[in-house]
């Protein structure tokens, strides 16, 4: 009994002693993540902040970030298993020797390894990279005309979270190929290049995948204010809470006439701040009739 005491003691010990590892690697992939996310976002819609390489905000966009990816998953099965079951039955309406043959030609490792790369390149060309098109949004007279898709997107409260979870799957794809590969010897120097290659830019769209979410879904709702700080507007025009900044908060503005601006008000000078709304900022101010709420 005391020898299972001490045992279970020294085990708890270990955990314990590995939970604060795991705790301190989790912690920054969340923070390095939530970098990705505000400074993508913040680009995205075109303006400066004050914010230093070190800041909490990081790690809390992380998490949403987080939470976000996990909520993409049941998405990501549901549309899953239908490609699952056509696989299956292909599979099963084969000849034993076709199904053999098939899966000994798609299996091989080397050309499995050229599959990867080839959809890895076309996903983060095609796709994932898109996202950098969008830039100072606020701002713009007007939205990008291509890509068309990618913009409906950015307006679209329904089809950015299946456009997620078509991301999500397509980070997947290279990393099951990896997993895969494991236990296969390369067997020549250009086969290690080749799995070097896909590790590389299965990473690659890792490191993509916050960054569009950043430009594309987070925060696209801004709160719309009575005042610019506890000051008058203007008559006629209306303004919105775009950045709570340490030094300063930052105001979207659009006057009568519908010209729009960017005003940063130095945090010693805000009186108050009066919410009285949330729109979908660019549906309304690219005159989408859905932006407004509230």
């Known amino acids: 009994m005391t020898e299972l005491l001490q045992t279970l003691n020294e085990r708890v010990k270990a955990l314990a002693g590995d939970w604060s590892k795991y705790t301190i690697v989790g912690s920054f992939l969340l923070y390095v993540v939530g970098y990705l996310t505000l400074r993508f976002h913040l680009t995205a819609i075109g303006i400066g902040t004050d914010l230093a390489v070190l800041d909490e905000r990081y790690l809390f966009t992380g998490a949403r970030f ?85 913009v409906r997107v950015a307006l679209d409260e329904r089809a950015a979270p299946l456009f997620f979870t078509a991301l999500v799957a397509g980070c997947a794809v290279p990393l099951a190929i990896l997993w895969g590969l494991r236990g296969a010897p390369a067997g020549s120097a250009l086969a290690g290049f080749g799995r070097g ?19 594309l879904i987070s925060d696209k709702s801004l709160a719309r204010v009575a005042s610019l700080g506890g000051w008058p507007l203007a008559e006629g025009a209306e303004a919105w809470l775009v950045w709570e900044g340490k030094d300063g908060m930052t105001y979207l503005v659009r006057d009568r006439e519908r010209k729009r601006s960017l005003v940063t008000i130095a945090r010693t000078e805000v009186k108050q701040t009066e919410i009285i709304g949330f729109d979908r900022i660019l549906p309304l101010i690219f005159k989408r009739p859905e932006g407004r709420a509230g």
């Open 197 to 215: 290659l896909l590790a590389f830019l299965a990473a690659v769209q890792l490191l993509l995948l916050p960054i569009n979410y950043g430009v």
């Open 66 to 150: 987080l939470v976000y990816l996990v909520s993409a998953v049941p998405n990501l099965v549901l549309l899953g298993l239908p490609v699952a079951a056509l696989a299956w039955l292909v599979h099963r309406l084969l000849p034993v020797g076709a199904r053999g043959a098939a899966c000994r030609w798609l299996l091989a490792p080397g050309r499995l390894t050229v599959i990867g790369i080839v959809f890895c390149v076309g996903m983060i060309q095609l796709v994932m990279r898109q996202c950098f098109l969008l830039n100072d949004l606020l701002l713009a007279p007007a939205l990008p005309l291509e890509p068309a898709w990618l």
